[in-house]
């Protein structure tokens, strides 16, 4: 009898969890006291970018531009799918009448004014208007909706992202969240306190394309993980006691 409640107790303890840590988004901001400007950096193009180009110019005939544009092609849907220019893996875009041009590197407004200058002696007053078709960022671990995030916009935040991954779940660390990065072929990581008001001072608060988030798990997810495994164990063992104990009690009458 000794001996099952000591097993008893050793449940009990088990039973006992880990006490969890609860922090909020932006928890340190008090008030709006730290105000100040932030300065957001262009997205810079990459290999594998699929950019939007359409140039058009001042001329009254309207079919001059046309052979300095991709033709849009239709969909199964019948459905006109808008065309891209593909960033090759050598960071270059080849536009039709121009050739090859180095895009890799560069911010929309850069590579705008270098295809302006290659049509200013063949266009009157070419316009050049760039923008990304294939803006996404991917968010793994302890989220709701992990996966590729595809958005309209070429502007997305940490915390924006985030929101659209179903935010952390209870077993992730909202302390501790980093943004694995790619700039010119070399990987670069960045860690975020999602809880600290100088999270908008960091360069990786506005989130780039291809970027990769990674929300870890808690120590208290672990400690979780291991407390059940416990009491499983002891279960167990228990329920083996306990049947070894009846089997006793059944020889021992007869």
């Not at 078709?133 to 924006?160: D, M, Y």
Request: glycine share 8%; hydrophobic share 40%.
């Amino acid at each position: 009898m000794r001996f099952f409640c000591y097993i008893f107790v050793l449940l009990i303890l088990a039973s006992c969890g880990p006490r969890r840590v609860v922090y909020n988004y932006l928890s340190d901001i008090k008030d709006t006291s730290f105000r100040k400007g932030v300065f957001i950096a262009e997205p810079v193009i990459q290999k594998n970018d699929l950019l939007s180009i359409k140039i058009t110019s001042a001329s009254l005939d309207p079919a001059t531009d046309v052979p300095y544009n991709l033709t849009a092609t239709s969909q199964a849907s019948g459905l006109a799918q808008e065309p891209g220019y593909l960033v090759d893996v050598r960071g270059n875009i080849e536009i039709p009448r121009i050739g090859l041009i180095k895009a890799e590197g560069l911010t929309k407004d850069e590579l705008s004014k270098t295809v302006r200058a290659k049509l200013k002696d063949v266009l009157t007053q070419p316009s050049v208007v760039i923008r990304f078709l294939n803006f996404r960022v991917t968010v793994l671990g302890e989220v709701r909706n992990a996966g590729v995030l595809s958005v309209p916009t070429e502007r997305l935040s940490i915390l924006e992202a985030v929101g659209m991954a179903g935010g952390i779940t209870e077993f992730g660390t909202i302390k501790n969240v980093r943004v694995l990065r790619e700039i010119d072929g070399q990987r670069e990581t960045g860690v975020l306190d999602l809880t600290a008001g100088n999270i908008f001072e960091s360069k990786y608060y506005q989130l780039r394309q291809n970027d990769v988030i990674l929300v870890d798990q808690t120590d208290y997810k672990l400690q979780l993980g291991e407390q059940q495994r416990r009491i499983q164990q002891l279960t167990l063992g228990l329920t083996i006691l306990t049947s070894l104990g009846l089997l006793y009690s059944i020889i021992v009458r007869r």
